[in-house]
């Protein structure tokens, strides 16, 4: 029997209902394929920084980065000031653990809603590899007094005025700012990833950018693209600028293979892609480093006005499972999971209310374990 | 008989065909209506980049400056890199004449394809403000090699290193970066742009950022909000994350009144607004300075591959001709167009490929035009 030891953080709101579910579906799939696992429960999230003070400290982080996956529940709490939890445990992990890619299957199951019209499982399948540590998200920024931070200033005089020879007043004037930035190794390392997962897949990459407009940053994301590409004869490419992307997701989801994006337009377009594969009840995520420790968890947030109520649908977090016993090497286990899943859907009435169903969190959970031991 | 002089920059690709549509509609609209434009036409775009060296000069800038309206086709051509006319062209003048509102109607009219199930014109039917001259379109970034800028690496190192006490090699690492900023007055001015017009219409206004991760530029952009909201206490609101909303464009278009959006996020969402009021065949925008010089444009591109074949669709800028001559004041003759396209919308076969039809983009015009002057 193969021993696993998956350290478990389920976090706020819904957090621990969802990953009681996912915990019982792997469990039930170990039962199945000859593994069994060991759960390290974490405390970190809301109640934990309330009580304590602490968000997550470098010592858990060191002790949790001993272990090749964390699962992870969700995090946010409505008292407490948007951004920080978020940014103090969520972001501060993926970081920590360098998991640079965020991996986020946009796959249509059989059976299920969709917003868009005359598209089915077969058009909407595709996968989107966001950059998961750089770009907008590193968390630099602040703002500016006249005086305070002259350059800033200067820099926005020269734009409006020098050039045209205006005179804008700027006394007055407060400034916030923020930068993004994104390093040669941090680009290359995500979009190889992307072309390997192409190799393996239906051999197209799409890149995303705004290197029209945001050209320094996206400039440099380009050359690195072509670079890589070039290295890839066999795949195919394309580039879209953010903007027109949404347009096409909703259009033509069937264009898509592979979608590499830098962070912040990844954000973005993974949600409007969480949407359109039936919302974010159905929606995985990987936060992968593929030689440290990776964390999965569901893309969805706490959904704090529905706690406790045994209520929301635990599909995408029971999948971020799936894609987290895969990343363990149990291939097998995870996709009768994924298949598990898709009969639930499909030939159970046992289903969530933004499923059309009347079924519990833990109702669903029992069922889609109970299809993996053949129940 | 009132007489409007009217600049017009018919630009790039199919720019010069849909122009002269939008031009035959407004010149039927003041037959109908009692006034008289004179056309005045500037060349700028790729021919004269190429023949000149010139994209925009200040001279004639200053000179366009003079008029309170430019009615402008669109900018772009695969000869010159990304970006440099749509910088150089567009942005430049959205720049120059503080053209500080981008107001994108989203309204789905009867009789259009949407790509979203069970919605129909009474689910969509708002308006974006995209606050449209700061924000990361300011233009400023840059690279950096380990010394160039030690700032910045400095900055990068101690975001990896120092916090966690990893060392990180950035030695070899190269750096694109880029600043986006906002300014206390930039900001003030587009909120209140947008509930003054919420006070005219349901009352609601959204406002999108990503506070919780860019909290640097977005919180100051929340304050502002929340400053101005305060003094509208007749008019509801709600805070939207960017990639949030984009689900909610798909899922719930209903939700919507007024939309108050920084730079960058509304280029994005604008893109998925047009698609589900029906194709960026149908999507006109207005960059608007209420006391200075705005510029109409549909909000499409130049889609050089059609060019010279007469068959796009004209409606996105003779909608945005509408827009144009209501902010002359002319509000019967702008209503009179908006529903002469409802009306060959629904009434008529003329239409192009794109809206199923074979129609030509004269054709249109043609029949838009008619239908204006009652015939
Ligand atoms: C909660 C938030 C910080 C996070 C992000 O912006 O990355 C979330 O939206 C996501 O996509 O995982
Ligand atoms: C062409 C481009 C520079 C422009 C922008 O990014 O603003 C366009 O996408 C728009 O929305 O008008």
């Known amino acids: 029997m193969t021993q696993y030891k998956i350290p478990v953080l389920p976090g706020d709101g819904i957090g621990p209902e969802i990953i009681a579910e996912g915990r019982k579906v792997i ?29 997550i ?12 996956d964390i699962y992870l529940g969700s995090i946010g709490d409505p ?35 969709t917003p868009l019209k005359d598209k089915t499982s077969k058009d909407i399948d595709f996968v989107v590899v966001r950059e998961n540590t750089e770009d907008f998200y590193v968390g630099i920024g602040g703002r500016a007094k ?3 931070s002259k350059d800033l200033l200067e820099v926005k005089r020269t734009l409006y005025s020098a050039k045209f020879g205006l005179d804008i007043e700027t006394d007055s004037e407060e400034i916030g700012y923020q930068i993004g930035l994104i390093s040669k190794e941090g680009t290359k390392r995500v979009i190889e990833y992307a072309f390997d997962l192409a190799e393996n897949r239906k051999k197209h990459v799409s890149s995303v950018d705004k290197a029209n407009v945001l050209s320094d940053i996206y400039g440099f994301w380009r050359e690195e693209f072509n670079a890589i590409s070039a290295k890839h004869p066999g795949v195919t490419t394309d580039f879209n600028f953010v903007d027109a992307i949404t347009m ?6 069937e264009w898509f293979d592979v979608v590499v994006t830098p962070n912040m337009f990844g954000d973005i377009i993974t949600d409007l892609g969480a949407m359109i594969q039936g919302g974010l009840g159905l929606a995985p995520g ?24 045994n209520k929301v649908n635990p599909i995408a977090t029971i ?17 009768t999971i994924v298949n598990a899943i898709q009969k639930n ?5 046992v289903k969530t209310y933004d499923m059309g169903g009347k079924s519990t969190t833990s109702d669903v959970g029992d069922d889609i374990a109970r299809i993996i031991k053949g129940e």
């Open 57 to 68: 400290s470098e010592e858990t982080l060191k002790e949790l980065s001993g272990y090749p």
């Open 248 to 253: 096409w997701f909703v259009k033509n989801p």
């Open 345 to 349: 859907i499909l030939d159970s009435k």
């Open 79 to 113: 008292r407490i000031a948007p951004g920080v939890l978020e940014k103090g445990i969520l972001l501060t992990a993926r970081f920590y653990f360098d998991e640079y890619v965020n991996l986020r299957p946009i796959k249509l199951l059989d059976g299920v809603w």
């Open 146 to 148: 006249k005086g305070a």
């Open 319 to 335: 999948w971020a499972g799936a894609m987290l016993i895969e990343q363990l090497g149990e291939k097998e286990a995870a996709d």
């Open 286 to 309: 990987g936060n992968i480093n593929p030689e440290g420790t990776s964390m999965f968890e569901p893309i969805h947030g706490s959904a704090p006005k529905y706690k406790g109520q």
């Open 27 to 55: 469990d039930a799939a170990g039962e199945r394929f000859g593994f069994d696992v060991e759960w390290i429960e974490y405390p970190h999230g809301a109640d934990h920084y309330l009580e304590t003070g602490e968000l």
